[in-house]
């Protein structure tokens, strides 16, 4: 089977950064020169120079036991010292770390100063509930100071975080503390979301009652919990501790004890092929570098005047690297914001833009699509002129939705950096620089400097400008993954099995290089199609059904088919105005002829089908092995991480 991904779209819109922007920009295109030169030698410049080490390291990279990599690995530094103390240290107290915005509308504006000495109080706690290096500390939070307060006061005492999505049920929590061997759980009795106090407590509860019987032997000895909805719970005398009894109590005296770099610093769970979610693990001194470094690069961070605000949830990858992390280790001003775009009212995230001054903004295609469905007469009501960098991720971002954001919400003047990474990678690793690239609206472009990218055939072969393939990175990187935790075995096999002979890491994704060279992402390649012998991307025909103007939203997948190998299928949600005027049937007629006619005749869907609703799961990612199920006519397959589960029995309801 070729590998070559036939793509069949173009877009020749170019941005490039104005005069003005590039000469106050953080990065200079110098950058990829230093980096080319010698890879090594940038890393240890960035980890010195970005992080405070208390043992300085002699070498940056130690690669004799590959896939096992170390980086700076003789340097001995505190995660939480570099994130708080440090800045309050070098007299910048008083700048405000968290500008936090509860759902109903209440506020907390927290000083670097206030957030260590909560950190440091935290940490005496967790010390008191016997929490030492190496413990594992379970957090289920919703998005409240505390939530960064929790990571930070485990990693200061060299323990490892293990933050389960507040969405998650009580199963999905009870899989993640045993597979952790969790010591502590640190909770909420509930947060706010869509006008309402969702529960969490009642989940830890069940999470850690069902237990007998199962042989499961419990690691839970207690359970911290934050009030914030001020709902009643059960309690369990001896294992239940209140946050407002206990941190403020304690002690705000603190020293930050220095770890090796390559101690671990948290398990993130993250859904694989397979059943069972993979404990992604992250370790300090190179995951903080390179956070700290593409923070800075990526968005042009100047932390004395701007206003940064990322979207992610704590419970994402993007929250623990550009909520928690990225941010705090370069002195950023931050928005926190609890609650749902749409909550109370569908204004609410410019309404934030406006009244914070927020100047850099970072989130996902998925919202970005969402509110072009509600329209351009929504943002248009607030002042989003502070606003000077847009950043995007989580999925291929298709050039009219990065058109649109670019144009509504940027005022056509923006810089946009579409940043391609992964939960494995820890940190960005494909992204325009914003002051140096010329942007192409639905290109990553460029990987970052340090960072060594390939697109290759399935031999491993690089397959050259015009081609597609498979994208891997071609060298270790500071934020690396260094493992699945207990699962040496599965962290070869899928990352690094497939291209052994040449030691690349294979990301599972499918990418373009275009005639420059620049990299175009096409989803995952279990989402590649094979029509006819041509493999076509999901997410390219997905693109040109949201630039026809009558589509909100589209989701495409392959069906097996008789005649073709697989055919084109796709699920889209038609804008409320076109549904009234035009009959179903002239609908699917001309969407099939648009997409021959964007694409070509082979990406034609054999099938079109218009829904209410795509399925998605609660970090927003569509999930396409669902829809197969009912474009290939099975019983639907299991929905339970689906944000919401019976949003398939009424797509296949209304495909039937
Ligand atoms: C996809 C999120 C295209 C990709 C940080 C990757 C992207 C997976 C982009 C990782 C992007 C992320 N363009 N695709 N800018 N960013 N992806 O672990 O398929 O939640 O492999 O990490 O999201 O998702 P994860």
């Known amino acids: 089977m070729t590998s070559q991904i036939d ?164 199963d999905s929590l009870r899989s993640r503390i045993d597979d952790a061997g969790a010591k502590l759980v640190i909770t909420a009795d509930g947060g706010y979301r869509k006008g309402k106090v969702s529960a969490l407590k009642p989940a830890v509860d069940l999470a850690l009652a069902d237990r007998n019987g199962s042989g499961v032997q419990e690691t839970v000895e207690h359970v911290l919990v934050v009030r914030r909805g001020g709902n009643d719970v059960d309690w369990t005398e001896g294992r239940d501790i209140w946050w407002h009894d206990a941190v403020p109590a304690a002690s705000a005296e603190h020293e930050a004890e220095a770890f090796p770099a390559e101690n671990p610093l948290f398990i993130l769970y993250t859904s694989g092929t397979t059943g069972k979610p993979k404990g992604i693990l992250h370790t300090s001194g190179g995951y903080l570098t390179q956070v700290a470094a593409t923070h800075r690069n990526v968005f042009d961070l100047h932390p004395e005047s701007d ?198 890491y294979f990301a599972g994704d499918g990418a373009r290089l275009d005639e420059d060279g620049d990299i175009w992402l096409l989803g995952r390649v279990d989402d590649v199609m094979n029509v006819s012998g041509h493999r076509l991307s999901t997410a390219e025909i997905e693109s040109a059904l949201v630039a026809n103007e009558a589509v909100a939203e589209a989701a495409v997948v392959g069906a097996s088919d008789e005649t073709t190998g697989q055919a084109v299928v796709a699920f889209v949600i038609i804008k409320e105005n076109y549904l009234k005027q035009h009959s179903p049937e002239g609908l699917v007629s001309s969407l099939r002829g648009w997409v021959g006619e964007q694409i070509g005749p082979i990406a034609r869907p054999r099938d079109v089908y218009i829904v209410g609703e795509l399925p998605k799961t609660r970090s927003g990612k569509i999930m396409r092995r669902l829809l197969r199920d009912v474009a290939e006519g099975r019983e639907v397959g299991d929905t339970t991480t689906l944000a919401d589960t019976m949003v398939m029995s009424v797509i296949s309801a209304q495909v039937k």
């Open 7 to 170: 793509h069949l779209l173009n877009e020749t819109r170019r941005f490039a950064p104005s005069a003005e922007f590039a000469e106050n920009a953080v990065a200079s295109g110098e950058l990829y020169a230093e980096a080319g030169a010698d890879r090594e030698a940038f890393w240890g410049r960035q980890a010195r120079e970005l992080l405070d080490w208390q043992t300085p390291f002699t070498q940056v990279l130690d690669w004799t036991n590959p896939p096992f990599a170390q980086w700076f690995a003789d340097g001995t530094l505190n995660v939480a010292y570099n994130c708080l103390d440090r800045h309050v240290a070098a007299g910048n107290g008083d700048r405000v770390a968290l500008l936090w915005e509860g759902e109903p509308g209440d506020e907390r504006r927290i000083t670097y100063a206030e957030l260590t000495d909560e950190v440091k109080r935290l940490a005496n706690v967790l010390t008191g509930l016997g929490i030492v290096a190496g413990d594992r500390v379970a957090i289920y939070l919703p998005m409240i100071p505390e939530a960064i307060a929790a990571m930070l006061a485990v990693a200061r005492l060299g323990a490892i975080h293990s933050v389960v999505f507040g969405g998650f049920s009580a």
């Open 307 to 504: 206003v940064y605000w990322c979207t992610a949830d704590v419970g994402w990858i993007t929250g623990h690297s550009y909520v928690a992390y990225g941010p705090l280790a370069n002195g950023a001003t931050q928005v926190l914001y609890e609650g749902t775009p749409d909550s109370p009212h569908p204004g609410r995230w410019w309404e934030i833009i406006q009244k914070y001054g927020v100047t850099i903004f970072y989130t996902a295609p998925t919202a970005i699509r969402s509110f072009m469905k509600i329209g351009r007469q929504v943002p248009a009501q607030f002042d989003l002129t502070s606003l000077r960098v847009l950043g995007s991720v989580g999925e291929p971002i298709n050039p009219e939705a990065w058109v649109w954001y670019r144009s509504v919400i940027g005022a056509d003047r923006t810089p946009i950096v579409d940043t391609w990474w992964q939960t494995e990678t820890g940190a960005i690793m494909i992204s325009a620089l914003p002051g140096v690239t010329e942007t192409k609206p639905g290109s990553a472009q460029v990987p970052q400097p340090g960072i060594t990218i390939d697109v290759v055939d399935e031999s491993g072969t690089h397959v050259g400008n015009g081609n597609g393939g498979l994208l891997v990175v071609t060298e270790p990187w500071p934020s690396m993954l260094r493992g699945i935790w207990g699962d040496p075995e599965r962290f070869v096999e899928t990352y690094w099995e497939k291209f052994a002979d040449r030691g690349y």
